[in-house]
């Protein structure tokens, strides 16, 4: 598993290899453009204006959401990919942070139209999903949604497949969604699957 000094060794040329990945079509990456499309444009379509990025990396789709006018709140393990994003929205309130502990205070204390977390809780093991999540919800304003775009699945049979497909490109560290073991949890929860290998789950309050 990378720890904070992988991803900031990582950061600089993390966007080339998530489109190398999205262009072939492989996994872990199939349907990442597809992902941040949908996101993007449900976020602007609901008006929301308060967004908090969980994982937010470089800032590639937080970037688009200030530059219309989103208040964007962030929390990323990494101090690199911090100072990337920072550069492109100076006025984004961006946190360091592990997001597994939980989100830092400041983020606490804020409410969100919309909370989206891009290829970034797979860190957390399905129980601390669970918990995260409910957490999450506590965050949002009335009417306001949770949007994850991740390697996800409808069933753990479709996780099997790929796994198998991927092979030794399978990374064993990470744990992805699978809908059907999630939605017990949580009724208005949604599954769009967008890839072999990707989806975007969506939870409104």
């Known amino acids: 598993m990378l720890n904070n000094k992988g991803f ?3 950061a600089d040329d993390y966007d080339k290899s998530v489109g190398l990945s999205d262009e072939d079509g492989t996994y872990p990456f199939a ?3 597809t992902i941040l499309n949908a996101i993007y444009n449900r976020v602007l379509s609901t008006s929301s204006k308060t967004v908090l990025d969980i994982g937010f990396g470089t800032g590639t789709l937080t970037t688009k959401l200030y530059e ?11 101090d690199r990919m911090i100072e ?8 984004a309130k961006l946190f360091q942070g592990d997001f597994s502990n939980g989100l830092v205070e400041p983020l606490l204390q804020q409410k969100y139209d919309a909370i989206i ?3 970034s809780l797979h860190h957390l093991t399905d129980l601390q999903k669970i918990t995260f999540l409910k957490n999450l919800l506590l965050l949002l304003n ?3 949604c949770i949007y994850i775009g991740d390697v996800a699945f409808e069933t753990r049979v479709e996780l099997q497949k790929c796994m198998a ?3 030794d490109e399978w990374d064993d560290d990470e744990i992805y969604f699978v809908y059907d073991e999630l939605r017990a949890h949580f009724p208005t929860m949604k599954f769009e699957k967008m890839s072999n290998c990707a989806g975007l789950i969506s939870l409104q309050r």
């Open 31 to 33: 349907g990442y453009k």
């Open 117 to 119: 977390a891009t290829y």
């Open 68 to 78: 219309h006018g989103c208040e964007v709140y962030g929390q990323d393990f990494s």
């Open 165 to 167: 497909e991927a092979g």
């Open 84 to 91: 990337l994003a920072q550069e492109k929205m100076p006025n």
């Open 8 to 10: 900031d060794l990582w």
């Open 142 to 144: 009335e009417g306001g």
